[in-house]
């Protein structure tokens, strides 16, 4: 347990080191705040805090700084306090998609850019799983001859080009008849797999039909390994907030964030709407970083996650009223 004077020391030393990013004495607590104790109270505080592994000694200084243990105490502590609600600060991520041409890639792009700047930290954004989208149509348009484009049409707006070459020509009225039969099995769906052995393509010609069998293997190896794109905002962010104590957790979480493990560590984020992980919540070897997330929603189909990504000494407050203003 904790007491709620050591709690407010907590406080003070987070707030503090956040601030000023070095150890924190009792002097500069009680020149800081409004704190009605002695020196010597808050130095006994202290070490209580200190046996209860929240707060730690450094070598350099008789100053104390937040352990892992005191960062995450803080930091969840704030998520059960209200958040004063101001629609005129929403941000809106439909108003966006609109203004975006309903182009949803172009959005996330664009809303990551602009939550990053917002909260100063780095910012990803896992868009929508388009494996779990069906396909409302396809077009094949023809480029020359011998090269063709496949559009993939999702229900969400999302859309996708393929590229297929053929050695063979092909004619404009052939492209026209492909196109139409793919369309229909996109819209009845039927086969959403598309999965070459499905194709029934007895009316067409050899020429036609082997076109059609490669048109289905690129679709299929595009709806089997379609997964959830990932928007990154202000990657200079996390290499800015980074210091001499942090620097060596630059290389893992970087190579966390392009390995798509993070998508699966936001997964576990359903049931909350703000999640907090620092530290060693994240991964074993990773510290001194950590990632709030929160889930999105813009329309039918368009659901996905925002996760902020800075060091365990970041602006916990601001990050979270910025992640509740998400609508």
Same mark, same amino acid.
């Given at each position: ?46 070490? /209580? &805090?200190?046996? %209860?592994? !929240?707060?730690?000694?450094? +070598? ?7 352990? *892992?243990? #005191? ?63 069906? /396909? &409302?149509?396809? %077009?094949? !348009?023809?480029?020359?001859? +011998? ?7 999702? *229900?969400? #707006? ?64 595009? &709806? ?104």
């Amino acid at each position: 347990m904790i007491t709620k004077r050591q709690l407010s020391i907590l406080n003070a030393i987070v707030e503090d080191y956040v601030e000023l990013g070095q150890p924190i004495g009792s002097n500069t607590i009680l020149q800081r705040h409004d704190v009605n104790v002695s020196p010597a109270t808050i130095r006994n505080e202290m070490k /209580l &805090l200190e046996t %209860k592994n !929240l707060i730690e000694k450094t +070598h350099s200084s008789s100053g104390r700084i937040p352990s *892992e243990a #005191g960062f995450r105490l803080y930091a969840n502590r704030l998520l059960n306090e209200p958040i004063e609600a101001n629609k005129q600060n929403y941000i809106s991520m439909y108003d966006m998609y609109t203004k975006h041409h309903f182009d949803i890639s172009s959005t996330l792009n664009h809303f990551a850019k602009v939550f990053s700047n917002q909260s100063h930290y780095t910012t990803l954004v896992v868009g929508p799983d388009h494996s779990k989208v069906a /396909l &409302l149509d396809i %077009k094949l !348009l023809k480029v020359h001859d +011998h090269h063709l484009v496949i559009v993939l049409i999702y *229900e969400t #707006g999302h859309i996708k080009q393929l590229h297929l070459s053929s050695s063979q020509p092909i004619s404009q009225s052939s492209v026209i008849r492909m196109s139409n039969y793919v369309s229909e099995q996109a819209r009845n769906n039927i086969n959403q797999t598309f999965h070459p052995q499905y194709l029934d393509a007895h009316d067409f010609s050899s020429d036609e039909y082997d076109i059609l069998f490669k048109v289905y293997q690129l679709i299929h190896q595009q &709806l089997s390994s379609e997964s959830a794109r990932i928007y990154l905002g202000g990657k200079h962010q996390l290499i800015d907030a980074l210091n001499e104590h942090n620097v060596a957790a630059i290389q893992p979480i970087l190579k966390y964030i392009e390995s798509n493990q993070i998508t699966a560590l936001i997964d576990d984020t359903l049931d909350s709407a703000i999640n907090i992980k620092i530290g060693q919540d994240i991964e074993k070897n990773i510290n001194d970083i950590a990632i709030l997330t929160r889930r999105y929603h813009i329309d039918h189909g368009l659901n996905g996650y925002v996760a902020v990504i800075g060091p365990t000494a970041m602006h916990y407050q601001d990050v979270i009223q910025l992640l509740s203003r998400i609508s």
